[in-house]
């Protein structure tokens, strides 16, 4: 996570790959969108932001581990005033935290989702659909050969004092119910503790085929009574 004047970045990464082979593409894409972050003193297109340093983290990957397969799955939330914007690739979840609720926001980049839109476009037929509603493989990811276009919000989410931000990895959000992480959302601790709880009670599941797992939470804070669009994270 990284503040500045233009606002608020937050990035979530995780790796595919062999041995360290993972670990490595997550932090270049981390590193490659922090770089790209650091100067800017205001961000007016965010989703631009997105898909300029996306390919660019992409490219990075594969000049780094050449014939090796890798990638990662990348997500990054832009939060600035009142609204928030999002770009994803990959199998990561997105949501929002507001009023004792879970609001999902991203769909994520797996087979079965593709199947649903490629239905819906009448590019597949219902039955086709149906076989792949089962199939989780992710179809698009950073570091990927034809690594293709970003998941995007459809416009500027607005965000309220209270709210919580939510990115997790698929450790996270497979082994735990939507009602389960709102339950713990619950408290008035700090994120830090709170994604201490989401981590522990993943894996108190003791699921032998448990993927990694990460989560980032954001606070949102008004930073005045009297300012209802400034916030802090």
């Known amino acids: 996570i990284q503040t500045s004047s233009a606002g608020t970045l937050a990035i979530l990464a995780d790796g595919i790959g062999k041995a360290n082979t993972g670990k490595v593409c997550a932090r270049i894409a981390v590193d490659t969108l922090l770089d790209r972050y650091q100067p800017c003193h205001v961000l ?37 005033g009142g609204s928030m914007h999002y770009g994803l690739a990959g199998d990561i979840r997105i949501a929002l935290w507001r009023n004792h609720e879970i609001i999902p926001l991203s769909k994520g980049q797996t087979m079965d989702v593709l199947a649903i839109q490629a239905y819906r476009e009448g590019r597949l037929s219902r039955q086709e659909a149906i076989w792949s509603i089962d199939e989780k493989r ?96």
Do not use: H
């Open 138 to 233: 992710i179809w698009n990811y950073v570091g990927r050969d034809g690594f293709e276009e970003l998941e995007l919000c459809e416009r500027p989410i607005r965000i309220k004092p209270g709210d919580k931000i939510l990115m997790m990895s698929r450790g996270i959000f497979e082994e735990l119910s939507w009602s389960e992480i709102e339950d713990t959302l619950e408290g008035r601790e700090t994120a830090k503790v709170l994604t201490g709880r989401l981590v522990e009670a993943a894996i108190a599941k003791n699921d032998p085929e448990m993927e990694n797992g990460s989560v980032l939470l954001l606070n949102i804070k008004a930073e005045a009574a009297d300012e209802k669009d400034k916030f802090r994270v």
């Open 44 to 80: 007016n297109n965010p989703e631009y932001f997105f898909k300029t340093t996306f390919c660019e983290a992409s490219q990075r990957i594969q000049r780094t581990i050449g014939e090796r397969r890798g990638g990662t799955c990348l997500a990054a939330v832009f939060v600035n």
